[in-house]
């Protein structure tokens, strides 16, 4: 089973990939409920996608590239916290790790201990 780390804003976690392919598939499944979406929702959407199809490790969310303005972290760590109650397990506490992220108290590194799955 493989890990990739998510990362933002220069702190992240390591997480199994199953677990990050259930989380951002919660997510997908909210923004695909929507009745519109902007621009940048429809890039996250397109390249989530290929990342939940990966197998074999190094899946990259790209949070730093699709989620470099504030309003768009804001807007994320929303659809974040409405999702989390409902995502399946296997993928909760990846996803309770991506919104402490999100909200900057999230402080390990790509070298930090594993002490979080």
Sequence with gaps: MGTSYVEYSGFGFWT?????ASWIQSIL????SQPSLDPW????????KIQVEIDG?????????LVAQDERRV?????AQRVLPASPEAGRRTGELFIALLKHELT??????IDYF
């Design 16 to 20: 199994r990939d199953k677990y990050l």
């Design 29 to 32: 499944d909210e923004l695909g």
């Design 41 to 48: 929702h429809k890039l996250l959407i397109e390249r989530w």
């Design 57 to 65: 490790g190094c899946m990259s969310l790209g949070l730093d590239e």
């Design 75 to 79: 807007e994320l760590l929303g659809i």
């Design 108 to 113: 390990t590194t790509v070298k930090s201990p």
